[in-house]
C-alpha cells in the first residue's frame, strides 16, 4: 500500500506576523474535516518507534520517537475495515497514521516501482511541495520541500534537507541518491525538523528504510525491459543461519540506452547534402560539427599558394595565406609564435619574391628584408579567443615554429569528412548503474537486537548533454536577452533555426522545446564515474521492563566521483568542458535512551556527532586560452544534544516538546590557479600559472532548534494537531570560488561563510475518516517566517572569470497549505471481485516570497570602469517553489480465479517553477502534468507478476532545471527531463 509512515517532532519558536498566523488557524479551521492519509505527519515526535523491530511487525518497544518505517500485520480486529491501514509505530504499539500528528508522504514498495523511481529524485514529481534537482547525472541533487533549500551543486553543498539511509544522515551530496532496492518504504517529512532529526532538517528530512531480515527465508527476483534497450535486474534473498542470525542480501543494475541523439557521430551528416543552398539543416548540422564552409574544410587554412578569388588578395592577385571563420565568414590573418619563446605571437610576413621552383625567398636587389607584410594589423581579442589566429605553417617561411599546422586548433575537432567520428558514440546520457546490500541481524534474545548493513554501489553512465540556446546578458543587465541566438563560441543549435520560406531569412526559436531537445552537437561525451561505499552498525536494548530503550547507531559512508562535463553543449573542443573529482567520507555516532511509564509521560535524550572529509580537484577550462584549477580540503565536525517529551494528561490531549542544541566547526583550505592554454596542444605548463591564489577559511556555530506540538483527539476518527517548529541550517562555505584572490564589492573574500539560516514554522493540521475508513481526508495548512535565506547565484561578469557567491537574503514568508484523499469508494457497493478500486489525491498550494533581498552587484570593465547592478528580487516567488501541485493515482485490481488484474493511472501536475531569483520565464519550467500507465497481472497464488507501463504517456518535453551562463558563455543550458518510454516488468516472488 501507499504509504507507511513515521513521526517526528521539532521544537518551534513563534512567528512575528500575527495576521498571517491568525489567517492560517481560521484556514486550518475550515479543513477540520479535511485530512489525507499518506502525506500528512509533519514533524512531531513520536514515541515508541522501534526501527530495528519496524520491518518485522513485532512489537516496538516503548518510548522511542522516530517516525519508523514498518508496516505490520493488519490486525484482522481493527475498527478498519476498508482501506489497508497506513500504520506507525508509536508509544509501545502499531499506530494508525490517522492516530497520529505529522506531515509525512510516504512510499511503500509498490507505490515506487509504480513510479518507476530509481531514487528519490523521481518521487519528487509526485510529491506536492517537494522538488529535487539533478543537473548531473547520479549525483549532487538540490533538494526543496515547501520552496525550503539551497541551489548549490557543487561538492560540498548542505541541504537544507536532512536524507537518512537507514537511519544514516547523508552529508555528501555524491551519496544522496543512492537506488531504491529492495526498499520497505521512503519517507517525506515536511517541515523543520529541529528535534529527532538535527543537522540541516530546516525544510525537511528524507528517510530511506530498507527491509531487514525477519528470521524466514523468502525473497524475490525481478527483471525489466524497456524503450532504448533498458533493462533493469533486482534481486534479493533472505537465509535463517540460526534461530537468532539471520542474513538478507539484495543487489540492483540498470543499464539504458541514451535517449539524446549526438548529430555529430552520425554518418550521414560526415558530408554536405550536396545541394546549393549552405542553410539545410543537414548542411547546418555539417557545419557545425565538421566546420564546413562551403566545399572546403571549416576553419582551413590557406597558403600563398592556393587560387581562389573568393579569399583575400595581395597586389601582385596572390592569394593572402590566412583562416576562415566557418561560422561567421571573417578571414583571419596568421601569427605565429616566436620561436623559442611561445608567449609571443609574432604576424606571418607575406613575400611575392617567391621561387616556386625551388620554393625559396628571393633576396631583395636593395637588401631590405625579405619578409614584407602588407597586411600588418595585430589580432584581435575575438581572433584570439574563438581560434582564428591559430596559425597557419607555410612551406617557405619554415625558420618560424608555427602554432599549428594544417587545420584550425578551435573550430576542428580533427575530424575527417566522409567519416563518423569512433570516439563519440550515437545516443548520450546513457544510464550504466549498480549497487549491493548485505544486512546481517543477530537478535540473542527479546531485548536486544543488532543489525549491521554492508553496502556499495557504482555509476558508469554518461554525464549529462545540455541543450543550448544562445543569450546575451551584459554586466549590469538584469535579466538575459535572448536575441543573438549564437553563443560564446559562435554556435546556434541548428534544430533552433527556422527559414521564412519566401523570404529566406531566420526566425530562430528561443526555446529548447522548439527544436529537437533530445538531439544536439556534441564533441564530449563525458562519463560521470561515481563509487559509493558504506556500513553501519545499529543495536537497540530494552531493559527496565521494557520501560527504557537504549539505541546505539554507527556510520561511515563514502564516495569518489569523477565528473568530465560537455558545459558548453556545442561541438567545439577547448571550451567550458570542466572535469570534477572529489573524494568524500563521514563517520557518524548517536546515541539515544528512550523512558515510558507506561501512563503519561515518555522521553528521549541523545547526542550525535559526524565528522566528514572532502578533498576537491577541479579542472576548468573556461575560455579557448583559459585553464584553472582548483584544489580545497573541507573538514566538518557536527555535534548536538536534544531532549524530548509527551505528556498526556487525559485520554484525548497531548502535549509534546523538544529542542535541540546545534553545533558545527568548518574549515577549509583553497587553492586556485590559472594558466594560458597552449594553442598547439591544448594543453598548458603546470610550472607557469599566470595567476594563482590560496585561501584559508574557518567558522564555528551554535544555535538552538526545536519544537512544541499539541495535538487533540475527540474522536476515534478525529485528530487536531498544532505545532510551532524552529529550524536550523548550519554556515555554508562557497565551493565554487576559481579565483581565491577575488572579492566581492564589499573587499570580502568569495569563501567567506554566509550565516546559519533560520525558520520559524507555524502548522496546523487535521485527519479525519470516514464511513468505517472507506475515506480519509487530511490537510494542513502552514506559515514560514524565513531568516538569512542561504542563496547561490553565479555572479560572472562578461569576459571575466565568473564570481561564484555565496549570499544571504535577509528574509522570505511561505506559506500554504496541503491536502490529502484517500478512497475505496466501490467497497461494499459492488461484488467483491471489482470493489478494490483505490484513488489517492494529493494537492498542494505554496505562497512563497521574498520579502527583502536586494543586492548591489559592482563590474570593472577592461577599461577600470566600475558600475553597479542593484538586483531587487524582493516580493519576487522563491526558487523551487511552484504555487499549484498535484498528485494521485487511480488503482483497480480486478479478481478472479486466474489471478489478479490491475489496470493503475498515475498523474502529477505542477504550475510553474523558477530557477532562478530573477523569475525570469526563461529560467523556468513552464506549467507541467505528467501521466503515467501501469497494467499488472498476478497469479493466484500471488508469487508472480507481468507489469506493462509507459512513463510520460504523453511524450512532452519538460525542463529538469535551468543553468544560467548568458554573461559568461553568451547561453542558457536546459536540462531536459526523459522522454515517454515503456517496458515490461516481470516479478517472481518466492
Not at 578571414?331 to 606571418?348: A, D, K, M, T
Request: glycine residues 8%.
Amino acid at each position: 500500500m501507499l504509504e507507511t509512515l513515521r513521526h517526528v517532532r521539532e521544537p518551534k519558536l513563534g512567528s512575528r506576523r500575527t495576521p498571517c498566523i491568525a489567517a492560517i488557524l481560521v484556514l486550518g479551521i475550515a479543513l477540520c474535516g479535511l485530512t489525507p492519509s499518506v502525506s500528512f505527519a509533519q514533524a512531531e515526535e513520536i514515541e515508541g518507534l522501534s526501527d530495528m523491530e519496524e520491518f518485522d511487525g513485532a512489537e516496538e518497544a516503548a518510548g522511542e520517537q522516530e517516525l519508523t518505517s514498518v508496516v505490520p500485520e493488519e490486525d484482522p480486529s481493527s475498527k478498519y475495515k476498508g482501506m489497508e491501514e497506513i500504520l506507525v509505530t508509536a508509544q509501545g504499539g502499531t499506530q494508525n497514521l490517522q492516530d497520529v500528528g505529522a506531515s509525512v508522504a510516504a512510499f511503500d514498495a509498490d507505490y515506487l516501482e509504480a513510479l518507476g523511481a530509481q531514487s528519490i529524485a523521481d518521487i519528487s514529481q509526485f510529491t506536492p511541495n517537494l522538488e529535487i534537482r539533478t543537473v548531473f547525472a547520479a549525483s549532487n541533487p538540490t533538494l526543496f520541500i515547501r520552496g525550503v533549500g539551497l541551489r548549490d551543486f557543487n561538492a560540498n553543498s548542505s541541504s537544507a534537507v536532512a536524507v537518512y539511509n537507514d537511519d544514516i544522515y547523508m552529508n555528501s551530496p555524491a551519496g544522496q541518491l543512492g537506488q531504491l532496492f529492495d526498499v520497505q518504504q521512503v519517507e517525506v517529512l515536511r517541515g523543520p525538523q529541529g528535534t529527532l532529526y538535527g543537522r540541516n532538517a530546516s525544510a525537511g528530512a528524507i528517510r530511506v528504510i530498507t527491509r531487514k531480515p525477519s528470521g524466514d527465508t523468502n525473497g524475490y527476483t525481478k527483471f525489466s525491459y524497456g524503450k532504448y534497450n533498458e533493462l533493469e535486474a533486482e534481486a534479493a534473498m533472505e537465509v535463517p543461519l540460526t534461530d537468532e542470525l539471520s542474513i538478507r542480501v539484495s543487489g540492483r543494475m540498470r543499464k539504458r540506452d541514451g535517449y539524446t541523439r549526438n548529430r555529430c557521430a552520425m554518418k550521414k551528416y560526415s558530408l554536405p547534402d550536396g545541394g546549393t543552398n549552405p542553410n539545410t539543416f543537414h548542411n547546418l548540422v555539417h557545419k557545425s560539427c565538421y566546420n564546413g564552409f562551403t566545399d572546403r574544410l571549416a576553419g582551413e587554412y590557406f597558403s600563398s599558394q592556393v587560387r581562389d578569388p573568393s579569399l583575400p588578395l595581395d597586389g601582385d592577385g596572390q592569394n593572402i595565406p590566412g583562416e576562415v571563420n566557418p561560422l561567421t565568414g571573417t578571414f583571419y590573418y596568421p601569427y605565429y609564435q616566436e620561436q623559442g619563446n611561445p608567449s609571443v605571437l609574432n604576424p606571418w610576413y607575406y613575400s611575392s619574391n617567391v621561387d616556386t621552383a625551388t620554393e625559396t625567398l628571393i633576396p631583395n636587389p636593395d637588401g631590405s628584408p625579405i619578409r614584407e607584410n602588407p597586411f600588418p594589423s595585430p589580432p584581435t581579442a575575438a581572433c584570439l579567443l574563438n581560434g582564428g589566429c591559430s596559425y597557419l605553417q607555410d612551406p617557405i617561411l619554415n625558420a618560424l615554429t608555427p602554432i599549428a599546422t594544417g587545420e584550425a586548433p578551435y573550430y576542428s575537432n580533427q575530424w575527417v569528412k566522409g567519416q563518423a567520428p569512433s570516439d563519440i558514440p550515437v545516443w548520450t546520457n546513457n544510464v550504466d548503474n549498480w549497487a549491493v546490500r548485505a544486512l546481517i541481524r543477530w537478535q540473542p534474545s527479546d531485548t536486544v537486537d543488532w543489525v549491521l548493513n554492508v553496502h556499495g554501489g557504482m555509476n558508469r553512465g554518461d554525464s549529462r548533454q545540455f541543450q543550448t540556446v544562445g543569450a546575451h546578458q551584459a554586466a549590469t543587465q538584469p535579466q538575459p536577452e535572448f536575441e543573438l541566438f549564437k553563443d560564446g563560441d559562435e554556435y546556434w543549435d541548428p534544430d533552433l533555426q527556422r527559414t521564412y520560406p519566401f523570404t529566406g531569412k531566420a526566425n530562430p526559436a528561443r526555446r529548447p522545446e522548439d527544436g529537437d531537445p533530445y538531439a544536439g552537437d556534441y564533441n564530449l561525451n563525458g562519463i560521470e564515474l561515481l563509487n559509493l561505499y558504506g556500513t553501519s552498525l545499529t543495536g537497540e536494548i530494552n531493559f527496565g521492563g521494557d520501560a527504557f530503550v537504549f539505541r546505539t547507531i554507527s556510520g561511515f559512508e563514502g564516495n569518489e566521483r569523477e565528473t568530465e562535463t560537455n558545459l558548453d553543449a556545442n561541438p567545439y573542443p577547448f571550451g567550458l568542458e570542466p572535469t570534477l573529482r572529489n573524494t568524500a567520507w563521514q563517520v557518524s555516532q548517536e546515541f539515544k535512551l528512550n523512558w515510558d511509564d507506561g501512563d503519561a509521560w515518555s522521553a528521549e535524550g541523545g547526542v550525535s556527532y559526524l565528522y566528514e572529509s572532502l578533498e576537491v580537484n577541479n579542472e576548468w577550462p573556461l575560455t579557448a586560452i583559459d585553464y584553472t584549477l582548483q584544489e580545497y580540503t573541507l573538514t566538518t565536525h557536527y555535534a548536538s544534544a536534544y531532549v524530548w517529551l509527551d505528556w498526556h494528561p487525559v485520554d484525548d490531549f497531548s502535549i509534546t516538546a523538544g529542542g535541540r542544541w546545534n553545533y558545527e566547526v568548518k574549515d577549509m583550505d583553497l587553492l586556485t590557479r590559472s594558466y594560458q592554454r597552449n594553442f598547439l596542444t591544448g594543453g598548458y605548463n603546470p610550472d607557469d600559472p599566470q595567476r594563482s591564489g590560496d585561501s584559508k577559511e574557518s567558522i564555528s556555530t551554535n544555535g538552538p532548534s526545536g519544537n512544541i506540538t499539541f495535538s487533540y483527539k475527540p474522536t476515534d476518527d478525529r485528530l487536531f494537531f498544532f505545532q510551532y517548529a524552529r529550524g536550523y541550517k548550519g554556515p555554508h562555505i562557497n565551493g565554487l570560488v576559481l579565483n581565491a584572490d577575488q572579492t566581492t564589492e564589499d573587499n570580502e573574500s568569495l569563501t567567506d561563510p554566509v550565516s546559519p539560516e533560520k525558520v520559524d514554522s507555524l502548522e496546523f493540521g487535521v485527519k479525519t475518516s470516514w464511513f468505517d475508513n472507506q475515506l480519509t481526508l487530511n490537510g494542513a495548512v502552514f506559515y514560514y517566517d524565513y531568516q538569512d535565506i542561504q542563496i547561490f547565484q553565479l555572479r560572472n561578469s562578461a569576459g571575466a572569470l565568473p564570481v561564484n557567491q555565496l549570499i544571504n537574503a535577509e528574509d522570505a514568508d511561505i506559506y500554504g497549505a496541503e491536502i490529502e484523499v484517500r478512497t475505496q469508494p466501490l467497497y461494499g457497493l459492488v461484488p467483491e471481485s471489482i470493489d478494490g478500486l483505490e484513488i489517492f489525491l494529493s494537492f498542494g498550494w505554496l505562497n512563497s516570497k521574498y520579502t527583502e533581498f536586494v543586492n548591489t552587484i559592482s563590474f570593472i570593465d577592461d577599461n577600470g570602469v566600475e558600475s553597479f547592478l542593484v538586483e531587487d528580487n524582493s516580493g519576487n516567488r522563491l526558487i523551487n517553489s511552484p504555487e499549484l501541485a498535484f498528485a494521485g493515482y487511480a488503482s483497480w485490481p480486478l479478481r478472479s480465479k486466474y489471478g489478479v488484474l490491475t489496470p493503475r493511472f498515475d498523474w502529477t501536475y505542477k504550475s510553474q517553477v523558477f530557477f532562478s531569483a530573477q523569475n525570469n520565464p526563461a529560467i523556468a519550467q513552464d506549467p507541467l502534468w505528467l501521466l503515467n500507465l501501469r497494467v499488472g497481472y498476478m497469479t493466484p497464488n500471488q508469487n508472480v507478476e507481468l507489469a506493462g507501463w509507459i512513463r510520460n504517456v504523453t511524450d512532452v518535453a519538460y525542463r529538469g532545471d535551468v543553468l544560467n551562463l548568458a554573461r559568461f558563455r553568451d547561453s542558457v543550458l536546459y536540462v531536459m527531463g526523459e522522454p515517454r518510454t515503456y517496458g515490461l516488468t516481470l516479478n517472481v516472488r518466492f
